[in-house]
């Protein structure tokens, strides 16, 4: 066991998303148990902590040093430059090309308030997933070429989860992000619809 505690504490943010929260605890569990330095995490230990700390927060860029180049969907994702550069924290290992666009992170690079420290080698992959019994009667079903052209195949995957589902999915999704357009818009993705999924 190494013990750094002369070391100053390490400040992690703490994650808003499930895999950032991985990153950040990962990271808190190698640092402090490998290494003996002390970790703590902004704004507190909990997975709560930032989302209690930013939601429906309205006048964040008027009150805080951001007002200079606040971004449109302010307080979330600039919230995590905004800090940062205000020393509230010292960390983070996980943060997507998106929210740094969107949180005008390259502002504070440009600043030299905030250092980008390069990539952590981490990667999410996301894939397309069909049952077994779908790609051995239509293997050409799981294409994505003929996802995007075929519009009867299309027809038949967005029936599978709106008119053949327990629940439809395009539905729900307006249920859930009807109010909040312009937070889901911040992600780059389009709105589905009927025939858009």
Not at 3 to 21: A, C, K, V
Not at 159 to 174: G, L, M, Q, R
């Amino acid at each position: 066991n190494k013990n750094m505690t002369h070391l100053p504490t390490i400040r992690l943010i703490q994650g808003y998303y499930p895999s950032q929260f991985a990153m950040q605890y990962a990271a808190f569990v190698y640092l402090k148990e490998k290494m003996g330095i002390d970790v703590t995490f902004y704004p507190d230990n909990d997975p709560n902590a930032l989302f209690d700390r930013y939601s429906g927060y309205i006048d964040w860029c008027e009150e805080t040093n951001a007002s200079d180049h606040c971004s449109d969907f302010a307080p979330y994702p600039q919230f995590y430059f905004e800090d940062i550069a205000d020393d509230e924290y010292d960390l983070l290992f996980e943060i997507w090309d998106v929210m740094i666009r969107t949180g005008n992170g390259f502002d504070y690079f440009e600043d030299d308030t905030v250092i980008a420290g390069g990539i952590s080698g981490v990667y999410g992959e996301g894939g397309w997933f069909v049952p077994k019994y779908v790609y051995d009667d239509h293997p050409e079903w799981i294409l994505p070429q003929q996802l995007k052209y075929n519009e009867t195949l299309r027809q038949i995957f967005i029936d599978a989860y709106t008119i053949h589902s327990d629940t439809n999915w395009v539905d729900e999704w307006w249920n859930i992000w009807q109010n909040d357009l312009n937070e889901y818009s911040q992600y780059g993705f389009g709105f589905p619809n009927g025939s858009i999924p």
